[in-house]
């Protein structure tokens, strides 16, 4: 069963692959028999519900198997599940999270009338440039150890990133130290 998994998130790799490079705008994952359950965004869908899902707009895919996710969805889940987060519903967890645990996160983020693409962030001091959305709705409430918020201004100079209104450092896990704040 967990091959069969493998081999359709394989093939639905595949489609993503394909469609940016030939710009086509839907999903296909026709294997014969495909009875995969999918879920996008907390919402059971079908395959053919997906058909507008770009690449670009994917957070995160991942693919469950086993008694437990049968326990949790019943039959329709006995060949697997396939997971699928969206960017927007990843970044709504992890800035609802990120409020919760930090007052100057959350000014920052009203002030900037809650769009955080001005945002640099930077989790346990890497500067995540790519998929952000992914890495960051990945945290655990009880995982996320500081958040600290730093002027654009300092963010050029001890980052290097330019054009962003603000650096998000993160810390997680083990790597805490102190409360978190950066260097000036």
Do not use: W
Request: hydrophobic letters at 40%; glycine letters at 10%.
């Amino acid at each position: 069963m967990m091959k069969r998994m493998v081999m359709i998130a394989a093939c639905m790799a595949a489609s993503f692959s394909a469609k940016a490079q030939t710009g086509l705008d839907s999903i296909s994952a026709d294997l014969p028999g495909d009875s995969t359950f999918y879920v996008v965004d907390s919402v059971a869908v079908g395959i053919g519900a997906m058909q507008d899902l770009s690449p670009e707009k994917i957070a995160s895919i991942s693919v469950v198997s086993g008694p437990g996710i049968v326990r949790k969805y019943g039959d329709r889940a006995a060949n697997g599940v396939i997971y699928i987060e969206t960017k927007a519903f990843a970044r709504k967890h992890y800035t609802a999270l990120f409020s919760n645990r930090s007052a100057a996160y959350r000014k920052l983020l009203n002030d900037n009338k809650g769009d955080d693409t001005r945002f640099a962030y930077i989790l346990n001091g890497r500067v995540l440039a790519i998929n952000p959305e992914g890495e960051l709705s990945a945290i655990k409430d009880n995982d996320l150890r500081a958040i600290s918020v730093m002027p654009g201004k300092d963010l050029e100079r001890v980052y290097g990133v330019k054009g962003k209104a603000a650096g998000v450092l993160i810390t997680t896990g083990s790597v805490a130290s102190g409360d978190g704040a950066y260097a000036r």
